[in-house]
């Protein structure tokens, strides 16, 4: 833990300050620090990213910056982490929300499109392979692992398995395929619109399911 005590907004006593709360004060900076970072590693050629960058570019001093992070790092893994459980989220909402096998696919596949098209940031630092940064490493390999082992849960409501290793095994190459496409359509090179980018993955996903069912005939 790192030691805010100095701060006269410290646990001890966060002040309302023009109608605004102490929590709401430092729950606003929070996310403007990570909005600066989306920025920083979302660049075209991005460099190190730094507690003085950060702070710069999100007009605050470095004392905001240390009363929500211990240092730049913590701040890009959260950032990373912001993300991924975004795109969990509504994925599994989405897959949740489907009435058939490929319902449910097409669900999981927008609600992710739906994330990296309205933050184009955010499907770049998740899929892009030029960050090269060791935590990036580190959190990206977690994510694999994470939808990685989604999908494999998955499997049985939309393929006619029951897991295994075979079963594993698919689960990983379809999320690396899948990976792949969405960072080629990131970084611009796939000339796809939205509804052809999500129908490929579908079918990539389920390839012995290309018939959309009535209810799936449209993919929005």
């Avoid at 998740?126 to 499997?155: G, N, Y």
Wanted: proline share 4%; glycine share 10%.
């Amino acid at each position: 833990m790192f030691d805010v005590s100095n701060s006269d907004e410290s646990a001890a006593g966060l002040r309302a300050y023009g109608g605004e709360s102490g929590d709401a004060r430092v729950a606003r900076r929070r996310a403007a620090l990570m909005d600066a970072t989306l920025d920083m590693l979302a660049e075209p050629e991005p460099g190190s990213v730094t507690v003085r960058g950060i702070c710069a570019r999100a007009a605050l001093t470095p004392r905001y910056f240390y009363e929500s992070f211990a240092n730049a790092d913590v701040l890009v893994e959260a950032t990373y982490d912001m993300i991924i459980g975004q795109i969990a989220e509504r994925a599994l909402a989405g897959f949740g929300a489907g009435s058939s096998p490929r319902g449910k696919v097409i669900g999981a596949v927008e609600a992710i499109v739906d994330v990296i098209e309205g933050d184009p940031r955010k499907g770049r630092v998740i899929f892009s392979d030029t960050l090269r940064s060791p935590v990036i490493a580190t959190k990206r390999a977690e994510m694999i692992r994470l939808f990685t082992d989604l999908t494999f849960q998955s499997a049985p409501a939309v393929a006619k398995v029951s897991g295994g290793q075979e079963t594993l095994a698919a689960a990983h190459f379809q999320v690396g395929g899948l990976g792949r496409v969405l960072a080629s359509w990131t970084e611009g090179l796939l000339d796809l619109d939205r509804s052809a980018l999500v129908g490929i993955c579908v079918q990539m996903l389920l390839p012995e399911s290309r018939a959309a069912d009535p209810a799936d005939a449209k993919l929005s």
